[in-house]
Structures are given as C-alpha cells and as structure tokens.
C-alpha cells in the first residue's frame, strides 16, 4: 500500500492519487501543483490544458528566483511566471487518474474540489557529466513525490433568518439575576 502524508477527513466522500520519484524538476512541480489547489477537478484539467498552449500560466511563488516576467501572470495578482511542459503535462494525467479514481468512488465528478497538493523533494537521480582536464562532475536529477486529494463538495447550508443572540457567561449570569428580581 502506498503511503499518503495525510488521509482525507471523509473517505466516502474523497478520492486520492499519488505519483512517485516522478521524473520532472522539482521546483517546477511544486509551483504547477500549487497552481491547481482549491480548483474543481475539471477547470484544474483545462487549466493545465490551457497552460500547454500558451493561452494560460503558471504564477511563480515560492521558487521565483531568475524566473521571467509575463503580462498572463496578472490574473494571478501576479508578475512572474513560466509554462513548464514536463511538470503540466505530469500534474495534468495525475488529475487526470484522481478523476477516474473519483468516479471509481462514484462521486460527482463535477462537484469535487481539489483540497490537498503535496510536493515532496525525491531522492536524487545521479549521473556524470565529464569535463576539461579529466575531471568529473555530478550530473543530479531533482525528482519529486506529488499527491492529490479531492472531496465531493456538498450544497451550501442556507443561512438562518435570525442569527442566535450570543452572551458571555458574565452577560448570561447578570441577565438571570436581572429576571429573578
């Protein structure tokens, strides 16, 4: 069985997907995970579809240190951003399966949220790399771990007429005191 970092509060309600040692930059991943977090299951697709044609972005966060600015970024509240192909197009079949394991589920596919994204640094895939003078160096891969979680989201509870006086025991104990007068 695999491991997740956390399970879901309702696992009737929930579907979930994992990759690991994912072949892709690990900075990368993070920011196109992050990217999709709060999404419906569906608009996360499309978004990521729409990444790889240039129409949408990725917003840069966290890991934005040499990245470019692009005038799309400005729906995100934003000014730096990139279209990472291998990272999107990796996210984009992870939700992808997170879709078909929520059908599996039988949940309603159109009302599912996505409510948790980890991104976690994988052991690094080591190679060698040969230079001048008959040296050699390093040639490191930083793969990751990602996981998804999505609930079926439920009708909103309408709001009561009347909201219910709050007291504090103080006020509570001053107004008995006041009625048994």
Not at 53 to 71: C, L, T
Not at 86 to 99: C, D, G, H, T, Y
Not at 152 to 169: E, F, I, N
Request: hydrophobic share 35%; glycine share 4%; proline share 3%.
């Amino acid at each position: 069985m695999v491991k997740y970092s956390r399970q879901p509060a309702e696992s009737a309600k929930s579907a979930k997907c994992r990759i690991s040692d994912l072949r892709a930059h690990y900075k990368n991943t993070y920011e196109v995970a992050r990217a999709t977090k709060g999404m419906k299951l569906k608009r996360a697709i499309t978004y990521m579809d729409n990444v790889l044609e240039h129409k949408q972005i990725i917003p840069f966060r966290r890991y934005s240190g040499g990245v470019g600015r692009a005038s799309q970024a400005k729906e995100f509240k934003h000014t730096q951003g990139r279209w990472p192909e291998k990272s999107v197009k990796a996210v984009r079949e992870l939700l992808r399966n997170l879709k078909a394991n929520a059908e599996t589920a039988k949940l309603d596919v159109d009302a599912c949220v996505i409510n948790h994204v980890v991104v976690q640094r994988a052991v690094s895939g080591r190679r060698r790399t040969y230079r001048a003078h008959g040296r050699i160096s390093p040639y490191l891969s930083s793969n990751c771990h990602v996981e998804f979680h999505c609930f079926q989201k439920t009708k909103d509870v309408a709001k009561a007429d009347k909201p219910a006086l709050r007291m504090t025991k103080k006020q509570a104990a001053v107004k008995r005191l006041a009625i048994g007068k």
